[in-house]
């Protein structure tokens, strides 16, 4: 089973709207960390958010929040007020505690910032 | 801004050469990880290492070996390449959280884009 899963292969907004960009997670650990990334076409991935199991708050990092809502097992980034150099992949990756501290990724998603 | 560095950034290089992709970071931390990705797709772990002296294989199957006789240095070696090998390899770093138990977010360098004819 996958681990992260991720819907939306592509996805578009308008300059200057909020975007939301869906992730799940299976996990039977209770202490896990959830991670968002951006891959912009130059191929470096960026940390961008980071949220853990125990938080009781989403977190949130300038244009970036996570919605996390544990009982449904999902990790969702928000961007808001989107610009042009937003444009890239991204990718949420989870970090499970009982398994060694691996990290798994999903397959990501393609946003595009339409003028 | 995280100080991992990886060369060569881009290789080409034909079948059957051996190759070692180099990485480095200055930040100390103990945990080291390669990554292969191909173009728009996930990430596979391939090799990581949490600590001198002590690699372990990930979960796609690579031909590739690896070393970690420093804690700052974590190449990577093909050695004899195939075009199946072409694809990105993305070196990335983590410390652990003191007294957690955890592991922090992995810094990634800008990673090596091979080639193989």
């Known amino acids: 089973a996958q681990k992260i899963t991720q819907t939306q292969p592509g996805m578009f907004v308008q300059e200057k709207e909020a975007v939301t960009l869906d992730c799940t997670y299976d996990?039977?650990?209770?202490?896990?960390?959830l991670f968002w990334y951006k891959q912009p076409s130059s191929g470096e991935m960026i940390f961008l958010i980071y949220?853990?199991?125990?938080?009781?708050q989403n977190a949130t990092e300038g244009r970036y929040s996570l919605n996390f809502q544990k009982a449904r097992k999902s990790a969702n980034l928000v961007i808001s007020a989107s610009q042009l150099g937003d444009s890239a992949m991204y990718f949420c990756a989870m970090r499970e505690t009982n398994t060694g501290n691996q990290f798994y990724f999903g397959t990501g998603t393609s946003l595009t910032v339409i003028p | 801004e995280a100080d991992i560095y990886q060369t060569p950034r881009y290789l080409v290089i034909g079948t059957g050469k051996k190759i070692t992709l180099e990485c480095s970071q200055t930040?100390?931390?103990?945990?080291m990880y390669w990554y292969q990705q191909d173009p728009g797709m996930e990430l596979h772990l391939i090799h990581y290492s949490y600590g001198v002296n002590s690699t372990e294989k990930g979960d796609l199957s690579s031909e590739s070996t690896v070393s970690r006789i420093r804690t700052e240095h974590f190449p990577l070696t093909l050695e004899s390449a195939r075009p199946s090998h072409t694809s990105q390899y993305l070196c990335?770093?983590?410390?652990?959280?003191?007294?957690?138990?955890?592991?922090?977010?992995?810094?990634f360098g800008e990673g090596s884009r091979l080639t193989v004819l």
């Open positions: 930040m100390g931390h103990d945990k």
């Open positions: 990335a770093s983590s410390e652990s959280v003191p007294g957690t138990g955890d592991t922090g977010e992995l810094f």
């Open positions: 949220q853990g199991s125990y938080d009781q």
């Open positions: 996990t039977s650990d209770p202490s896990y960390g």
